[in-house]
């Protein structure tokens, strides 16, 4: 007679039998390897290099669309009437916004009359400056194959709006209208 008393039904005599073991992993062919995706990451392979011109592609296309629409700004007279629309603002409510006669300034500054620009709307003028810089930023570093990346903080955010409201409010008193278009 035989002692059952140790497996259960089903089970070999010997008792339970261990989880077979996953095989070992094996190396991908040569082939496969060569036309792996090159994904960046920590340890993979780095992808190659995008080209100079697919580099500036971005921002050439960007510029060339400024220069175009100051082109058309400097071709089309904003002082006369019926080429633009009104500010809604302005016309509604009689109060001069961040933008009202920021299409007078670029025309002004299209045709080398910075005082005219000015006059117009000097925040506009101040943003054809920091639009210049940033823009030879992107191109240098586009050359040079490093990325722009543009990372601002909620302060930053915060003091552009807090200029435009103080610009805005000093524009529409009385003392500041040296700021009104």
Not at 145 to 166: E, K
């Amino acid at each position: 007679m035989t002692d059952t008393s140790s497996t259960r039904p089903g089970e070999p005599a010997g008792g339970p039998v261990p989880p077979a073991s996953p095989p070992p992993p094996t190396a991908a062919p040569q082939h496969a390897q060569a036309h792996a995706p090159a994904w960046p990451g920590p340890g993979g392979p780095v992808p190659p290099p995008r080209s100079l011109a697919r580099r500036l592609l971005a921002p050439v296309a960007t510029l060339a669309g400024v220069a175009a629409a100051f082109a058309y700004v400097g071709t089309v007279d904003p002082n006369e009437p019926g080429h633009y629309p009104v500010c809604p603002l302005l016309r509604f409510t009689g109060i001069y916004c961040p933008g009202c006669g920021g299409l007078r300034s670029a025309h002004a500054f299209v045709h080398g009359d910075l005082p005219a620009a000015l006059g117009a709307n000097a925040l506009a003028v101040v943003g054809y400056g920091l639009f210049a810089v940033l823009m030879a930023v992107w191109l240098i570093r586009a050359i040079r194959g490093v990325p722009m990346r543009l990372a601002a903080s909620p302060v930053l955010w915060w003091g552009v709006g807090a200029v435009l409201a103080l610009f805005t409010l000093v524009r529409n008193l009385p003392f500041g209208s040296a700021l009104a278009p």
